[in-house]
């Protein structure tokens, strides 16, 4: 693989004034990366603080009611901040310490990553600025004032969508004036080359957790391993073990919003074509003149134009399997684990787990699947309450 590159996916595609940040961070990540005292550091926040190992949990119930294939849910909805973003920033974060950087800038889409950012900036004493769409601050006002609790200045961006494309943009806008003492924190494995590689390390914690949990519980490997995918980065974590496992199926479920044959939706594969933006080859939605194309998905955190390298790499390969989840298909299984396991699952999730209902029945009993729980439903209540025509205040 030539560097930074997925097939013909990936690169880096920044202004000259960025150059000079991008090969800073690839050369502290590759001094670091395989450090033994980094590593421990790292592994002792993971542990401690942010609550990993997260459980593999069987979902004893969910598997009698759909009638096939046994299902496990790999709990990042139980970390620290309620989702698998800690774990990303976490590195990040003390990366960034490491290399003398004072200040973590931000994108946040659901707000997640925003939280966890602003988390780890007040846990190592950082400066911590989060750039939010102004769209998504409106929805998700719960996280944008958790992100103020933990001391972040949390920027409503306008232009555009004001959605979270936008939001990254503007990050990216602001990294340029300030490289010195900033550290950008990207939130997916999208973007300039080193930034897909670095948090697809990151979150690969989750599949090899994932894959020592299920041989002890199963004695072998899943027979599918599903996840939402909007940039990619808690679905690239959890297929990154199993890419090598070839009889594993990875399916990643994109937001279709109202449907794929609309204007309002997010699924990339399904609708988008190659091009460059925010610094990478890949797919992205795109109107006939070849602009990134407004989408739309009820989930703040899944509506993004494009999706990372790597995914475009594991899709043009055939090694993985990418398919288009509706908003009414991801709430009804939003409904659905809340009810029948009693766990409340983010609607990003939610879009992995409509997937998984309508496969399993399908499969065998002897067969697994494990699908990622990326984070917890509580931000999503005052939404999907809206799309259920019940307004409630938060």
């Given at each position: 693989m030539k560097k930074g590159r997925f097939g013909i996916h990936g690169g880096q595609y920044v202004s000259e004034t960025l150059m000079n940040a991008?090969?800073?961070?690839e050369e502290a990540y590759e001094k670091y990366k395989n450090d033994p005292q980094f590593n421990e550091e790292l592994a002792e926040l993971f542990n401690e603080y942010a609550g990993r190992p997260s459980r593999l949990y069987f979902a004893k119930r969910m598997t009698e009611d759909l009638g096939g294939a046994k299902i496990y849910l790999k709990r990042e909805d139980l970390n620290h901040t309620g989702s698998h973003k800690i774990n990303n920033v976490l590195g990040q974060a003390l990366l960034a310490k490491k290399m003398g950087k004072t200040r973590l800038i931000a994108e946040t889409g659901a707000g997640q990553h925003g939280v966890a950012t602003a988390t780890a900036a007040a846990l190592l004493d950082m400066e911590c600025v989060v750039f939010m769409g102004e769209e998504d601050t409106k929805r998700q006002a719960l996280n944008v004032y958790r992100m103020k609790l933990l001391g972040a200045d949390v920027i409503p961006v306008t232009s555009g969508t004001a959605t979270l494309k936008d939001a990254v943009s503007e990050t990216m806008r602001e990294w340029t004036k300030r490289i010195d003492d900033t550290h950008y924190c990207l939130g997916s494995v999208m973007g300039p080359h080193p930034f897909p590689t670095i948090v697809r390390d990151f979150q690969a914690v989750i599949s090899r957790e994932t894959k020592q949990q299920i041989l002890e519980k199963e004695g072998r490997l899943p027979d599918a391993v599903v996840a939402c995918?909007?940039?990619?980065?808690?679905s690239i974590g959890s297929f990154y073990h199993f890419i090598?496992?070839?009889d594993v199926k990875l399916i990643g479920c994109e937001a279709a919003g109202r449907g794929i044959?609309?204007?309002?939706?997010?699924?990339t594969i399904s609708t988008g074509r190659l091009g460059i933006f925010h610094g990478m080859k890949s797919y992205f939605c795109q109107d006939e003149d070849g602009?990134?194309?407004p989408v739309y998905s009820i989930s703040a955190g899944l509506d993004y134009p494009g999706i990372g390298p790597e995914h475009a790499m594991l899709h043009d390969t055939g090694r993985a399997e990418y398919v288009a989840i509706t908003d009414e298909q991801a709430v009804n299984a939003f409904e659905y684990l809340s009810r029948i396991e009693g766990v409340i699952p983010a609607i990003e999730s939610s879009h992995?787990?409509?997937h998984v209902m309508e496969i399993a029945p399908k499969m065998g009993k002897d067969q697994i699947i494990v699908v990622t729980i990326s984070g917890r439903g509580d931000k999503d209540v005052a939404a999907i309450a809206r799309y259920r025509g019940e307004d409630i205040h938060e």
């Open positions: 991008v090969n800073e961070l995918v909007g940039g990619g980065s808690n090598e496992d070839k044959d609309t204007f309002e939706t997010a699924a602009q990134i194309a992995a787990l409509a």
